[in-house]
């Protein structure tokens, strides 16, 4: 899995549908009305390669009516049932919307409750300029986007986030946390209007479920594209350079235990939100597939994005506001790919390659040569998914560790420590 590079991809998309009318021979049948749609606006550049999140598409939708009609006389078929969605105003927060109808969700209510929480952000460095997305926090002015929209800023560069009316603030980094991808901000003279985002449960999420994607892709604000969750607990690693005190630039892996999407997802909308069909934050949009294009270019939506859960997002921008820094979750391992009889079958794991001594691994009995195959019932089938699966927790969760030892399965409880500031 890389950062997205490729160019961005269009999508065409049509309707065409017809009305069918009583028999009135010997006039002819009415022809298909035909529809014709407009290229949307030229691109405009991001400031790097990492690929942000939610694209831009043209979506139709088929429509057929018809009546049926009885030898001898007109039947007409009852109108459907309509099904309207209605909003709860939040104290605090934006609205929830209460859908009508569960299979067919009211986007535009969803649209309205949702738009006016999330930004678009600006990035002005010594390197140039960007654009990414960001979900409004809290009524002080705190925002949360991605490491990667904003990391480039610290020190020297100036950051402008223009809310959904148009009202554009300057805004100081408060924390950012590299390996999760996350960073908060927070506005300069924020205004007293301002409307948080409403939180969901990323936990209670299925495969199938409707979702919506919020933000600014390819500099075109106030963007919303739809789709489904597409698999849940998809461990996904980028790498991107960040500055360090020094002046030089470190290379920080970013692995996720997220939510993929078939919401359009583009460069511009990183640190966008993901909501679902109350209007609810589930994730924070953050990487796209790749095709493998060439380092350096943008990547464009192929139909696999990846979204921050929104449990891990709050967990580590709580803790930035607090204190500017974040701590994770620690096991205490090393772990390499490999492949394990599982009764009569073979499954993939992560082989611990060494347990250091003190830490919650040793202590819980896990031994080097075991396979992990599983943490908290969830499949690991590479130690870049064990990697997600831990990083997905908080210090101080008990875990239940699936493994494989001398061809026997075992379950293994494991409480999580802090990760310390010396591990990777």
Do not use: C
Request: aromatic letters at 2%.
């Amino acid at each position: 899995m890389s950062m997205a590079t490729e160019p961005t991809q269009q999508i065409p998309s049509a309707a065409d549908y017809y009305q069918q009318s009583a028999p009135m021979p010997p006039a002819p049948p009415t022809p298909p009305a035909g529809q014709s749609f407009q290229k949307p606006e030229p691109p405009r550049r991001e400031r790097r390669g990492f690929a942000g999140t939610a694209g831009v598409a043209l979506l139709a939708a088929v429509l057929a009516s018809g009546g049926t009609y009885a030898v001898t006389q007109l039947t007409e078929s009852p109108a459907p049932a309509t099904t309207t969605s209605t909003t709860t105003q939040n104290q605090g927060s934006s609205p929830t919307v209460i859908q009508g109808n569960a299979t067919a969700p009211d986007w535009t209510a969803v649209a309205k409750a949702v738009s006016p929480s999330v930004v678009s952000i600006d990035v002005t460095t010594q390197q140039g300029s960007g654009a990414g997305s960001g979900v409004i926090l809290d009524t002080n002015g705190h925002v949360l986007t991605n490491n990667h929209v904003v990391g480039d800023a610290t020190g020297n560069g100036a950051i402008s986030v223009t809310l959904a009316d148009g009202r554009t603030y300057g805004a100081t980094i408060v924390g950012t946390d590299p390996s999760t991808d996350l960073a908060v901000i927070k506005l300069t003279s924020a205004p007293s209007d301002l409307t948080p985002i409403s939180l969901g449960d990323s936990s209670i999420l299925k495969v199938g479920d409707p979702v919506m994607a919020v933000g600014n892709p390819l500099g075109l604000s106030g963007t919303v594209t739809t789709g489904i969750v597409s698999a849940l607990n998809r461990p996904v690693s980028t790498s991107e350079a960040s500055p360090s005190p020094n002046g030089s630039t470190s290379s920080d892996t970013v692995v996720t235990n997220a939510i993929q999407t078939s919401a359009a997802i583009n460069p511009g909308n990183s640190g966008g939100a993901l909501v679902n069909a109350k209007g609810e934050l589930v994730g924070i949009n953050s990487a796209i597939a790749s095709l493998g294009a060439a380092q350096g270019t943008q990547g464009g939506n192929i139909g696999i994005g990846f979204a921050i859960p929104v449990k891990e997002a709050k967990s580590i921008s709580q803790q930035l506001i607090k204190t500017g820094q974040a701590e994770h979750a620690f096991l205490g391992v090393s772990a390499k790919d490999t492949t394990v009889k599982d009764g009569s079958a073979q499954r993939a794991g992560a082989q611990v390659a060494a347990v250091n001594s003190g830490t919650p691994a040793a202590k819980a009995g896990i031994k080097t040569g075991d396979v992990i195959i599983a943490v908290n019932g969830q499949p690991v089938d590479s130690s870049t998914a064990l990697v997600a699966q831990i990083r997905a927790m908080t210090a101080g969760d008990t875990a239940t560790v699936t493994l494989i030892r001398d061809g026997a399965r075992q379950d293994v409880q494991v409480t999580l420590a802090v990760k310390p500031a010396t591990s990777n």
